[in-house]
């Protein structure tokens, strides 16, 4: 099974070959070059004030659902942007592959701050949520 979706990424690979988003680098989605320069700025703040503290817990005098807010990186870089943008509303699922190593380190790094973390992916608003398969919907939510 491995050699036969070897042969079939191959194929697409081949006949759509992947650019990188940022520089049009033939190979992948995010080449190295720009993924090297891709700044993970982890954000600890109150979720509520955004008030940046050293584990990113609600602030004593903020009411919030959330117990902390911690982000790998900051949306206001607009090629995170552009990036998310890419996998929430184009479905750039492969994005996700690019990714994988950098939370996967910045997990292992930050591990005591997430003794019993729920990890939320990128959130969907109304209507990009309706336009969300059922399909996609599983491989992301996989208790649905």
Not at 48 to 77: M, P, V, W
């Amino acid at each position: 099974m491995d050699k036969f979706n070897y042969l079939v990424n191959l194929i697409k690979d081949s006949v759509f070959p992947k650019f990188c988003i940022y520089c049009d680098e033939e190979g992948n989605l995010i080449c190295n070059k720009c993924k090297q320069s891709l700044n993970s700025e982890i954000i600890l703040a109150c979720p509520e004030c955004r008030q940046k503290n050293d584990k990113g817990n609600t602030c004593k005098d903020c009411s919030s659902s959330l117990d902390r807010h911690i982000a790998l990186f900051n949306y206001k870089d607009n090629r995170i942007k552009k990036l998310i943008r890419k996998f929430k509303y184009e479905y750039m699922t492969q994005i996700l592959d690019s990714l994988r190593p950098l939370v996967v380190e910045f997990l292992s790094e930050y591990d005591y701050l997430f003794p019993e973390a729920t990890i939320i992916p990128v959130p969907l608003g109304i209507r990009a949520l309706s336009s969300f398969s059922t399909e996609k919907s599983k491989k992301y939510h996989p208790a649905n």
